[in-house]
Structures are given as C-alpha cells and as structure tokens.
C-alpha cells in the first residue's frame, strides 16, 4: 500500500509564504509524476502545480511565477513553495501521485489535504 502525508498548510497574511511538503511512502517502484491540488469551498479541485520524473514542471497560471513546485526522488518527497501568497489562494490543498507499486500496479492516489488560508 502506498500513502501521501501531507504538512505545512496553515494561516498566512497576504504576501506572505508557505512551503508545503508531501511525503510518499510504502510499496513504491516508481513515481512517475507529483502534484499539487486545490480546493476552495463550493469550487471544484483543480490543478496547482506537476512534477515529473524528468523534472518537467507545469503550473496554473494564476500561480506562475508565485509559485516552485520540486521534488527529491531519492525520498519520494515533492514540495511546494508559495510566495507573494493572495487571499484567493485560500484552499484545501492536496498532494497527488501516480505511482506503479513493488507489485507492478500502477495507479493515482490522494494525500489526506492540508488547508492554507490567507487572510490579514
């Protein structure tokens, strides 16, 4: 069984930063891309920020250039720094993998969520 944990969510003033980190643990083989989500209430989830196993990156452009998505492959580990952070930022936000397990299958999972919001 495979498993995402996330941390770092939290209260920040508009402007501020944040780093979110998302750790994948358990029967792995192989990741073949990360990612960040988000959800704000009554809206539907929608892509953040991807990673891939060859460090091709792609971004919402409401957070270009706010926002660095990366990843250690030797930890299964992606991380998302967010900067000059905006009140409409304000999300559950949810780290996503598509990973092929130690047993051969491959599939996509979810972390449990954390919530960022900005707010002064």
């Known amino acids: 069984q495979v498993q995402l944990v996330e941390s770092g969510g939290g209260l920040v003033q508009p402007g501020g930063s944040l780093r979110l980190s998302c750790a994948a643990s358990?029967?792995?083989?192989?990741?073949?891309?990360m990612g960040w989500y988000r959800q704000a209430p009554g809206k539907q989830r929608d892509l953040v920020a991807l990673?891939?196993?060859?460090?091709?990156?792609n971004y919402a452009d409401s957070v270009k250039g706010r926002f660095t998505i990366s990843r250690d492959s030797a930890k299964n580990t992606v991380n998302l720094q967010m900067n000059s952070l905006k009140p409409e930022d304000t999300a559950v936000y949810y780290c996503?993998?598509?990973?092929?397990?130690?047993?051969?299958?491959?599939?996509?999972?979810w972390g449990q969520g954390t919530q960022v919001t900005v707010s002064s």
């Open positions: 996503n993998a598509d990973v092929r397990t130690a047993y051969g299958r491959r599939y996509t999972i």
């Open positions: 358990g029967s792995i083989f192989s990741i073949y891309a």
């Open positions: 990673i891939t196993s060859v460090d091709s990156t």
